[in-house]
């Protein structure tokens, strides 16, 4: 059984303080959760002051947008999966679809960051996701599989598992234009059997795949009605605590 896993991606948005005022409003707003995850990516500057918010013993999980994959040293502007461990992370975004558009996240360097981020003992969500002309010119497959097999290049079958994957196809974020369940499925089902072939055998059930693009309180249950989609990955609707509370409740 896989446990589902909504993640509020909050991009950068929300001072410290705003974080925190936000994390009081869920915690009003969403009193239980019991079955399924759900975590918050605040922007660096937000993580401790939201870490605070949650308490030590929140259920809420709290992870970061990217990471760097050395530990220390001279790599002005970068954070290293070490300052997130300190600071109470216990997930981190990889090769989101914006890292890769506007700063040049390469698969390369996906990999060597969900290493770093295993190493690290936070778990990685590497994100994956066609743009439109790949779909138009029929290239989604293997755009999925050059990012999957990339980004996971070099991780044992054990680890392989406790990876999770988030398909966002690039031209439904922040869009307003989600892709179909019937559009997405495929897709899930393709990034299971990679899976196995990375990890052999039944690897592939083990791991959470997630859909991101557009999702909403409206829209949720469709994408949750497939066994193929053990969650999702929320940008726009996350940033209002009600929003998302009422998006949590439905999943
Ligand atoms: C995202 O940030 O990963 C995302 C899916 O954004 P949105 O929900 O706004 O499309």
Redesign the pocket.
Known sequence: MRTRFIVG?W?MNKTASEGGAFVHRLSQELTHHAGIQIGLTPPFTALHAVREALGPASAFLLGAQNLYWEDKGAFTGEVSGTMLKDIGCQFVLVG?SERRQYFGDQDGWTNKKVLAALRHGLQPIL?VGETLQDRESGQTDLVIQRQLRAGLSGIESQTLSTVTI?Y?PVW????GRAASPEQAVPVHRLIRKTLNELGGADIGNHVRILY????TPHNIADFLASEEIDGA?????CLDPVSFATLAKVA
């Open positions: 991606n991009k989101h994100c988030a966002e439904a974020i922040g869009t991101g693009g557009s999702v990955l929320v940008g726009g609707a």
